[in-house]
C-alpha cells in the first residue's frame, strides 16, 4: 500500500500543507502578470521596430528577436541568477522570474507583431500616406486596428506559454508553484500528489486563456 | 459560439474526471496487489536472481560514497562497496550490480517504479520516509555542517541570523538546520537547488550566505575561498532502502549489514574510504 504513489495519507499530508502551495501558486500568478506586461510592451515595440522604414531599428529588431528566440530561457535565468552577481549585479528572484522570462517572450510576440502588420496590405499604408496622414498616424489610425484582430490570438498563445514557462524560476530557488512543489515532495517523496495537483493548477491557469483564444480566433474576421 | 462553449466545458470537465480517475485507479490497483501478494515471500529476491543483476541507486556526486571519476567513468565509493557485498551475497558474484545515478528528487520514484531493486545513496532516515519504504539501520552517521566564505566573518551558527541557507532539495538538511536555527534563536531563510554543485555555485555568486549539508558531502566542494564552520548539528543517519513490498530483500540486506559491522568487514570499509571516526 505504500508503494502506491498516489496512497491516501499522501493526499492528506498534501491537503494539511495546502498554503505552501497557494503561496507558490501566488508567486506564479505575480511573476507571469508582471512578465505577461514586460512581454507586451517589448513586444509591441520591437515589432514595430521590425517593419519600420529605418534600416537600424530594423537590425535591432533582428537581434533581439534571433538571440533570445535562439538560446533556452533557462540558460538566460541560469546566467541572471547565478553570473550576474560576479559582476556585482544581484538581481531579486522576482525581478529575474518576470524581467527574464518577460524579456524572453517579448522576442516572440515581437515577431507576432511584425507578421501581424506585414499582414495587412501594402496598399493601406499608401493610402494613408496620400491622404495626408504621417507614418507614425497611419500606423497608429489604420494599420494597427487592422493587425490587432490578426495579432491577439497568438499574442494570448504567447501568455500561455508563459505562464507554463514561470516553471524555469523552481530551478533557482524562486518560490514559485513548481518550486514548491518540488521543496515539498522532495522533502517527504510524496511526488505522486504534489504533481498532480500541480499540473492541475497550472492547467486551472492556462485553461481560461486558451478557451480565450478559440473565442478570438472566431470572433476575428480573418482567418488564417 | 454556445454550443461549442458547452463543448469545451464538457471537454474540460472530462478531462479532470480522468486526471482524477487514473489518480484512484492507481490507488485501487496496488492495493489489491498488495493484498493478494502473501506478504513476505522470497519474490523480490528471486526476481533478482532471474535477472541475474541487482539494480542499485547510487549516488555519482558525492565524493568517498558513490563518485564518478571523470578520467575513468567508473562509480566508486563506500556505498559501491556495501551495494557490491549485497550483490555478492544474493548473486555470488560482487560485479553483477547494475548502478544507477539518482538525485534526492529521483530516488523514491525510482523505487517505486521498480527501476531499481535497492537504494543506497546518502539517504537519511525519517519516520515519513519509513512510511513509505522500508529504510535499514543505520551505516553511517554524519552530521550536518555549514560551508561558508572566508571572507564572511561567519564563525558559528549564532553569526547566522538573518542569513540565506542554500540546500539541496529533497534532503532532509532544512529541517535540521531550521531546528538548530531555533533553538540557537536565530532567524535564516533558505533557497533550495536541484543539485549540490548549484548550492555552491549560489553560495560562490554570494545568493546564499552559506550552503548547509551533511560534512562529509561539504568536504568535496570546500576550495581556497571557503570553509566549514567547527559547528555541527542534526546528525544524518544513512540507510539503504527497498520498496515497502519488497520485504525479503530488505531483510536480507539489513542481515548483511548487521553481519559486516559484526565481522567488522564495515569499519574495514570504512578505514578504506577514509570515513573512520
Same mark, same amino acid.
Given at each position: 500500500?505504500a &508503494?502506491?504513489?498516489?496512497?491516501?495519507?499522501?493526499w492528506q499530508?498534501?491537503?494539511?500543507?495546502?498554503?505552501?502551495?497557494?503561496?507558490?501558486?501566488?508567486?506564479?500568478?505575480?511573476?507571469?502578470?508582471?512578465?505577461l506586461?514586460?512581454?507586451?510592451?517589448?513586444?509591441i515595440?520591437?515589432?514595430?521596430?521590425g517593419?519600420?522604414?529605418?534600416?537600424?531599428l530594423?537590425?535591432l529588431?533582428?537581434?533581439?528577436?534571433?538571440f533570445?528566440?535562439?538560446t533556452?530561457?533557462?540558460?538566460?535565468?541560469i546566467?541572471?541568477y547565478?553570473?550576474?552577481?560576479?559582476?556585482?549585479?544581484v538581481?531579486?528572484?522576482?525581478?529575474i522570474?518576470?524581467l #527574464?522570462?518577460?524579456i524572453?517572450t517579448?522576442?516572440?510576440m515581437?515577431?507576432v507583431?511584425?507578421?501581424? +502588420?506585414?499582414?495587412?496590405?501594402?496598399g493601406?499604408?499608401?493610402? #494613408?500616406?496620400?491622404?495626408?496622414?504621417?507614418?507614425?498616424? /497611419?500606423?497608429?489610425? =489604420?494599420? =494597427?486596428?487592422q /493587425?490587432?484582430?490578426? +495579432?491577439?490570438? !497568438? +499574442?494570448?498563445?504567447?501568455?500561455?506559454n508563459?505562464?507554463?514557462?514561470t516553471?524555469?524560476?523552481?530551478m533557482?530557488?524562486?518560490?514559485?508553484?513548481m518550486?514548491?512543489?518540488?521543496?515539498w515532495?522532495?522533502?517527504?517523496?510524496?511526488?505522486g500528489?504534489?504533481? +498532480?495537483? &500541480?499540473? =492541475?493548477?497550472?492547467? =486551472?491557469?492556462?485553461?481560461?486563456? &486558451?478557451?480565450?483564444v478559440?473565442?478570438?480566433?472566431? !470572433?476575428?474576421?480573418v482567418?488564417p | 459560439?454556445?454550443?461549442s462553449?458547452?463543448?469545451?466545458l464538457?471537454?474540460?470537465l472530462a478531462l479532470?474526471?480522468?486526471?482524477?480517475?487514473? $489518480?484512484?485507479?492507481?490507488?485501487?490497483?496496488?492495493?489489491?496487489?498488495a493484498?493478494?501478494?502473501? $506478504? *513476505?515471500?522470497n519474490?523480490?529476491?528471486?526476481?533478482?536472481?532471474?535477472?541475474?543483476?541487482?539494480?542499485v541507486?547510487?549516488?555519482?556526486?558525492?565524493?568517498?560514497?558513490?563518485?564518478?571519476?571523470?578520467?575513468?567513468?567508473?562509480?566508486?565509493?563506500?556505498?559501491i562497496?556495501? *551495494?557490491?557485498?549485497i $550483490?555478492?551475497?544474493?548473486?555470488?558474484?560482487?560485479?553483477?550490480?547494475?548502478?544507477t545515478g539518482?538525485v534526492?528528487k529521483?530516488?523514491?520514484?525510482?523505487?517505486?517504479?521498480?527501476?531499481?531493486?535497492?537504494?543506497?545513496?546518502?539517504?537519511?532516515?525519517?519516520?515519513e520516509?519509513?512510511q513509505?519504504?522500508?529504510?535499514?539501520t543505520p551505516?553511517?552517521?554524519d552530521?550536518?555542517?555549514?560551508?561558508?566564505?572566508?571572507?564572511?566573518?561567519?564563525?558559528s551558527?549564532?553569526?547566522?541570523?538573518?542569513?540565506?541557507i542554500?540546500?539541496?532539495?529533497?534532503?532532509?538538511?532544512?529541517k535540521?538546520?531550521?531546528?538548530?536555527a531555533?533553538k $540557537?534563536?536565530?532567524?535564516?531563510?533558505? %533557497?533550495?537547488?536541484?543539485?549540490? %554543485?548549484e548550492?555552491?555555485t549560489?553560495l %560562490?555568486a554570494?545568493? *546564499?550566505d552559506a550552503?548547509?549539508m551533511d560534512?562529509?558531502?561539504?568536504?568535496?566542494?570546500?576550495d581556497? %575561498?571557503?570553509?566549514?564552520l567547527p559547528d555541527?548539528?542534526?546528525?544524518?543517519f544513512?540507510?539503504? *532502502?527497498?520498496?515497502k513490498?519488497n520485504?525479503?530483500?530488505?531483510?536480507?540486506?539489513e542481515?548483511?549489514?548487521?553481519?559486516?559491522?559484526?565481522?567488522?568487514e564495515?569499519?574495514?570499509?570504512?578505514?578504506k574510504?577514509n570515513?573512520?571516526?
Amino acid at each position: 500500500m505504500a &508503494t502506491n504513489p498516489f496512497a491516501e495519507y499522501k493526499w492528506q499530508a498534501l491537503f494539511t500543507d495546502w498554503r505552501l502551495f497557494a503561496d507558490g501558486l501566488t508567486v506564479t500568478i505575480e511573476v507571469a502578470i508582471v512578465a505577461l506586461l514586460v512581454a507586451l510592451l517589448l513586444g509591441i515595440l520591437f515589432g514595430v521596430a521590425g517593419v519600420f522604414p529605418n534600416k537600424n531599428l530594423r537590425i535591432l529588431n533582428r537581434v533581439y528577436v534571433e538571440f533570445f528566440q535562439n538560446t533556452p530561457l533557462v540558460i538566460q535565468v541560469i546566467f541572471l541568477y547565478h553570473a550576474l552577481p560576479h559582476l556585482k549585479i544581484v538581481l531579486p528572484v522576482f525581478a529575474i522570474g518576470s524581467l #527574464g522570462i518577460g524579456i524572453y517572450t517579448g522576442a516572440y510576440m515581437a515577431e507576432v507583431v511584425r507578421s501581424g +502588420i506585414l499582414a495587412i496590405p501594402r496598399g493601406q499604408l499608401e493610402a #494613408g500616406l496620400s491622404q495626408g496622414f504621417t507614418y507614425f498616424q /497611419a500606423m497608429r489610425y =489604420l494599420i =494597427l486596428p487592422q /493587425a490587432k484582430k490578426i +495579432i491577439l490570438p !497568438s +499574442i494570448a498563445n504567447q501568455g500561455v506559454n508563459l505562464i507554463k514557462n514561470t516553471s524555469v524560476l523552481a530551478m533557482i530557488a524562486g518560490g514559485d508553484l513548481m518550486y514548491q512543489a518540488d521543496s515539498w515532495s522532495g522533502m517527504n517523496m510524496y511526488y505522486g500528489p504534489a504533481y +498532480i495537483v &500541480t499540473g =492541475l493548477l497550472y492547467w =486551472l491557469l492556462c485553461f481560461p486563456l &486558451t478557451k480565450y483564444v478559440k473565442h478570438l480566433e472566431g !470572433s476575428s474576421e480573418v482567418r488564417p | 459560439m454556445n454550443l461549442s462553449r458547452k463543448k469545451m466545458l464538457t471537454l474540460g470537465l472530462a478531462l479532470i474526471t480522468a486526471f482524477g480517475l487514473f $489518480a484512484a485507479g492507481c490507488g485501487g490497483d496496488t492495493k489489491k496487489d498488495a493484498a493478494q501478494k502473501p $506478504a *513476505a515471500t522470497n519474490d523480490g529476491i528471486q526476481k533478482i536472481k532471474d535477472r541475474g543483476v541487482l539494480k542499485v541507486g547510487c549516488k555519482v556526486d558525492v565524493p568517498k560514497f558513490g563518485f564518478k571519476d571523470p578520467k575513468t567513468n567508473k562509480i566508486e565509493g563506500f556505498e559501491i562497496d556495501l *551495494a557490491k557485498a549485497i $550483490a555478492k551475497k544474493i548473486l555470488g558474484d560482487e560485479n553483477k550490480i547494475d548502478l544507477t545515478g539518482v538525485v534526492a528528487k529521483t530516488r523514491g520514484p525510482l523505487l517505486d517504479s521498480g527501476e531499481i531493486d535497492l537504494c543506497i545513496a546518502t539517504f537519511t532516515i525519517t519516520d515519513e520516509r519509513k512510511q513509505t519504504y522500508n529504510m535499514t539501520t543505520p551505516y553511517y552517521e554524519d552530521p550536518v555542517g555549514f560551508l561558508v566564505k572566508k571572507d564572511s566573518g561567519i564563525k558559528s551558527i549564532k553569526d547566522l541570523n538573518g542569513k540565506n541557507i542554500a540546500v539541496p532539495q529533497g534532503a532532509t538538511t532544512r529541517k535540521g538546520v531550521q531546528d538548530a536555527a531555533d533553538k $540557537a534563536g536565530v532567524k535564516v531563510t533558505f %533557497s533550495e537547488f536541484p543539485t549540490y %554543485s548549484e548550492c555552491k555555485t549560489a553560495l %560562490s555568486a554570494g545568493r *546564499a550566505d552559506a550552503y548547509a549539508m551533511d560534512t562529509s558531502n561539504l568536504l568535496g566542494y570546500i576550495d581556497d %575561498s571557503t570553509e566549514i564552520l567547527p559547528d555541527k548539528i542534526a546528525p544524518q543517519f544513512y540507510g539503504a *532502502a527497498t520498496k515497502k513490498d519488497n520485504k525479503a530483500l530488505f531483510d536480507l540486506v539489513e542481515k548483511t549489514f548487521e553481519d559486516m559491522k559484526k565481522s567488522g568487514e564495515m569499519d574495514k570499509l570504512l578505514t578504506k574510504w577514509n570515513l573512520k571516526k
